[in-house]
């Protein structure tokens, strides 16, 4: 099983501000399905990137993917008030799919 | 409009058994890969299993023989039967679909609101 480790834990930036979060993996996810995820209290989480850099439906364009085998980032550009928020990574390459444990981006 | 409803939560003793639901709607289920992931409260995302639109069915490691995934095509419905519970499955169940019905689109595009089962005596 693939394990995903996210860093930081915590960032803490202000609005307008560029979050860079980081995703690694245990072993090369296969073809880079890598999947980044965010999620709001009380809310179900929303995919925000597939295939490592492919935007979802509607995933505004500061939000950028990258990385491929076992380093991946998620780029926040110009933060804005409602992307404070928990974001996880996921792993869908192998027979059994995993989560990272979450990057917490609060405000500063 | 793409849908998913999930249902069968509550209070259950250890060592119980629950099935949990999830109703689809606006979308065929045996077309995608359906997921459950649960959520234990102010923990992380955990995934927990996956039928594929081939019917093959995948869990995590940690949590293998005591849950199974299973479809109804014929009511749209996907199902998740927990056995043996335990305090440390208490948890929000969520099911999600996937973007389509290959690996290539196994990313969960779509989620449902969650249930929450508690295992407590």
């Known amino acids: 099983e693939i394990v995903l480790t996210q860093s930081p834990g915590t960032l803490s930036l202000s609005p307008g501000e560029r979050a860079t979060l980081s995703c690694r993996a245990s072993q090369s996810v296969t073809s880079n399905y890598l999947a980044w995820y965010q999620q709001k209290p009380g809310q179900a989480p929303r995919l925000l990137m597939y295939?490592?850099?492919s935007r979802a439906t509607g995933i505004p364009d500061r939000f950028s993917g990258s990385g491929s085998g076992t380093d991946f980032t998620l780029t926040i550009n110009r933060l804005e008030p409602e992307d404070f928020a928990v974001y996880y990574c996921q792993q869908y390459g192998s027979s059994s799919f995993t989560f990272g444990p979450g990057t917490t981006v609060d405000i500063k | 409009e793409v849908q998913l409803v999930e249902s069968g939560g509550g209070l259950v003793q250890p060592g119980g058994s629950l099935r949990l639901s999830c109703a689809a709607s606006?979308?065929?289920?045996?077309?995608?890969?359906i997921n459950w992931v649960r959520q234990a409260p102010g923990k992380g995302l955990e995934w927990v299993s996956v039928?594929?639109?081939?019917?093959?069915?995948y869990y995590a490691d940690a949590l293998k023989g005591r849950f199974t995934i299973s479809r109804d095509n014929s009511k749209n419905t996907l199902y998740l039967q927990i056995d043996s519970l335990r305090p440390e499955d208490t948890a929000v169940y969520y099911c999600?679909?996937?973007?389509?019905?290959?690996?290539?689109?196994?990313?969960?595009?779509?989620w449902g609101q969650g249930t929450l089962v508690t295992v407590s005596s």
């Open positions: 999600a679909k996937s973007r389509g019905s290959s690996r290539l689109a196994a990313a969960l595009d779509c």
């Open positions: 295939g490592a850099s």
């Open positions: 039928i594929n639109s081939a019917g093959s069915t």
């Open positions: 606006g979308f065929t289920v045996s077309s995608n890969y």
